[in-house]
């Protein structure tokens, strides 16, 4: 073994001596200062520090090879080479040390495998840059991951868009997907006679807004004779909305609070060309009150039942709410608050799943402004983004 001493005036200069005198590969074995008197050591050349080194010993270098130093992984490499020092703790016996590990590493290959899935989705690997990009705008709209990843892997299939890298041009293409698959129906149409028509949901979606915003359009624009009844007798405020806007539109509308009363009421309007019900907001999670709903719709011979849904409104909550005000006869949607919703991508697997057709969009607080009928093309295209409200 060769055993040498080198002095230099600074540690660095110390180490390129070593490294010259006896190659990258040399191993420090020890370094001191050689310090004289405490006054005399900031004396410039008087200071000297010592390195021993020596060529072929078992341990690892501290000089750090050019290579090593060249790149900060490189550097990590060489760095963890000389630290890899995994041992069993003390009293600790092989086979446990080592089924020890093996237990971290399934754990990490099943967090980076969930990874992957969630990132990815199905179907998503080595996706084309133009699908990635309008997969990830299909979840900035609010689509749900798998749903997305079914939609993205369906326009993968497509050949037509095989060499098309706009992201415009395959959600156009979304869009044509889409519409065929949501289901739409025609505005309340009173030319074949007189129609009873009843608003129903959770509370706050928009059932008295919606009513106010069709009565005015068919009393102000269309000039047909409009009749309102309201079952709202749990709060006084909710009937007062209602009678404000009946005054203001010079509608004539009856309270109503028992089945028989709501027979009568249909009765004393029956000259009119359409009857609006109004009913209180009800808890999807409230049974007891839906089947009441459904008594009192029976008795009114209602024609349309509209399920009114505020778009701000979680996609499995929307599933849940269709579901059970089904019960009471649910035949169509309208959907509410569009403006208010940061992407319309939830109300996807609603329209996709619901035996519903849609019929009415709002958007907005004006009466009687804010109302649209549903049209599948636009609805597509607000669910994929190429629209905003
Ligand atoms: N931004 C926005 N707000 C709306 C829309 N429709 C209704 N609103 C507002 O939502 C709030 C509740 O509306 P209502 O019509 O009272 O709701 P409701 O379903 O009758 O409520 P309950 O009778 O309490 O169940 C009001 O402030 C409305 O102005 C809409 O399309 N967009
Ligand atoms: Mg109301």
Not at 45 to 67: C, D, K, M, W
Not at 346 to 368: E, F, H, I, S, W
Request: proline fraction near 6%; include cysteine.
């Amino acid at each position: 073994m060769d055993v040498r001493t080198f002095r230099a005036p600074t540690m660095q200069e110390a180490l390129a001596l070593v490294r010259r005198e006896l190659g990258p590969d040399a191993a420090v074995l020890h370094t001191r200062e050689l310090r004289g008197s405490p006054w005399l050591r900031w004396i410039p050349g008087l200071r000297q520090i010592e390195v021993t080194a020596a060529l072929n010993v078992n341990v690892p270098s501290r000089l750090a090879t050019r290579e090593a130093a060249r790149t900060p992984a490189a550097a990590y490499a060489a760095q963890s080479q000389q630290h890899s020092s995994l041992r069993p703790a003390a009293g600790q016996t092989r086979p446990a040390f080592e089924q020890q590990i093996k237990g971290q590493l399934d754990e990490l290959h099943s967090l980076v495998a969930d990874l992957c899935r969630r990132t990815q989705g199905p179907g998503l690997a080595g996706l084309p840059e133009v699908l990635f990009r309008v997969y990830t705008d299909l979840i900035d709209a609010e689509v749900d991951q798998l749903l997305a990843g079914e939609l993205i892997a369906a326009l993968r299939q497509d050949p037509t868009l095989a060499n098309v890298a706009d992201p415009v041009l395959v959600k156009a293409r979304l869009v044509r997907m889409l519409e065929h698959e949501l289901r739409v129906a025609p505005p309340l149409d009173l030319s074949q006679g007189r129609r009873v028509a009843a608003l129903v949901g959770p509370t706050g979606v928009g059932k008295t807004t919606t009513i106010a915003k069709l009565a005015a359009n068919f009393r102000l624009q269309q000039r047909k004779r409009v009749g309102l009844i309201t079952v709202d007798t749990y709060r006084i405020a909710a009937v007062e909305q209602l009678r404000t806007y009946a005054e203001i539109i010079e509608l004539p509308m009856e309270v109503v609070s028992t089945p028989r009363e709501m027979r009568q009421a249909v009765q004393r309007l029956s000259a009119m060309d359409l009857v609006l019900i109004d009913t209180a907001g009800r808890s999807p999670k409230d049974e007891v009150r839906i089947q009441e709903l459904k008594t009192l719709l029976a008795e009114a011979a209602a024609d349309d039942v509209f399920l009114v849904l505020s778009a701000v409104t979680h996609a499995a909550a929307l599933a849940r709410t269709a579901e059970r005000f089904a019960e009471a006869g649910t035949t169509a949607l309208i959907l509410t608050k569009l403006d208010e919703a940061a992407g319309m991508g939830q109300v996807l697997p609603l329209l996709r799943a619901c035996k519903l057709p849609l019929c009415y969009l709002t958007d907005g607080q004006n009466v009687p402004d804010d109302i649209a009928p549903a049209d599948a093309r636009r609805v597509a295209r607000l669910i994929v983004g190429l629209e905003q409200r």
